[in-house]
């Protein structure tokens, strides 16, 4: 069983991942070849796209490894939990950040 903090965080880092794939610029490229590839009104262009779909498969990779995590070896542990940390720091650093006024 996972504690309040860290399925908070978990969420964070889930909603930072999806960002990631759906938005950022740094996978552009990625999104751009969904679309040459398949076309603006495919299937996967949909996918790639939508934060609904995308953030389904990000918790799939990180929700089962945080269930795991607490049998595994001390260092594994404070690793993964950095992981997730960075994802959901950065996630609440940009949600904070929309709310600044310049």
């Known amino acids: ?10 969420a964070l880092a889930v909603a930072r991942g ?6 950022d610029q740094i996978t552009l490229p990625l999104r751009t ?5 398949w076309g603006e ?5 949909y996918f790639i ?11 799939a990779l990180l929700v089962p490894p945080t269930f795991a995590i607490p ?3 001390y260092w ?5 939990y950095a992981f997730l940390t960075v994802l ?4 609440a650093t940009g949600l904070i950040s929309k709310l600044e006024n310049d």
């Open 1 to 10: 069983m996972i504690n309040a903090l860290v399925l908070v965080v978990l």
């Open 71 to 73: 049998h595994a070896p």
């Open 41 to 45: 009104d495919g299937k996967a262009a």
């Open 88 to 91: 959901a720091t950065s996630h």
């Open 76 to 80: 594994a542990q404070q690793v993964w």
């Open 33 to 37: 070849g969904v679309i040459n590839k």
């Open 18 to 23: 999806t960002r990631l794939v759906t938005t």
């Open 49 to 59: 796209f939508c934060p609904w779909c995308v953030s389904i498969w990000v918790a």
